[in-house]
């Protein structure tokens, strides 16, 4: 058990029958009356996010997170095929569990699976990943009405906004926490 005076950003705590990870939290102590924790919780499940308030010292069941190396084999359909690195098992993911994530993997790509009581619950692609484009418009000089940015499409799938003077064939560095544009490589 876990108490509310415990949390820390990262923590994962059962409530409800679900999986969730403290984002952000904050200990208020009014002048008057009791006090308690405001936090802001993120479902492991479907990444929503939700703001809740506990009375302190109140009690959660604590769930432990293992964390594992998988790496990227290939892709059929909807499915994606990941190899645990510790002991070479194949694991079968659908795309819906990977989120965003899925357009930017490319074949033996390192990624960090998070495991609790042996299932998969969440995969992590490195924080930043170098890709080539596939394919955009060529910039227009003096074309900057959209803030200088164009969408290209990366040899990943995925498409991002990118500063006009990148071109087709370029190798670009990519933050997928929030499909940004970070530098050319």
Do not use: C
Not at 80 to 107: C, I, R, W
Not at 113 to 124: K, P, T, V
């Amino acid at each position: 058990m876990i108490s509310t005076n415990e949390f820390k950003n990262g923590g994962t705590i059962l409530m409800d029958g679900q999986l969730w990870v403290v984002v952000e939290f904050q200990h208020v102590k009014p002048g008057k009356g009791g006090a308690f924790v405001r936090t802001k919780l993120r479902r492991l499940r479907d990444n929503s996010v939700i703001e809740r308030t506990f009375r302190s010292g109140e009690k959660f069941e604590e769930a432990f997170i293992e964390k594992r190396g998988l790496q990227y084999l290939y892709r059929t359909a909807e499915t994606f095929h990941l190899m645990d690195t510790k002991n070479y098992e194949e694991v079968q993911v659908p795309a819906s569990l990977l989120g965003e994530a899925a357009g930017f993997l490319k074949e033996n790509m390192e990624l960090e699976g998070q495991f609790h009581d042996g299932q998969l619950i969440s995969i992590a692609p490195p924080m930043f990943i170098d890709v080539q484009i596939e394919s955009t418009e060529p910039g227009v000089r003096g074309d900057t009405s959209k803030g200088g940015m164009k969408p290209a499409k990366l040899e990943t799938g995925a498409t991002i906004q990118v500063p006009l003077f990148v071109g087709t064939g370029d190798m670009i560095r990519v933050d997928t926490r929030n499909s940004s544009y970070v530098s050319r490589v």
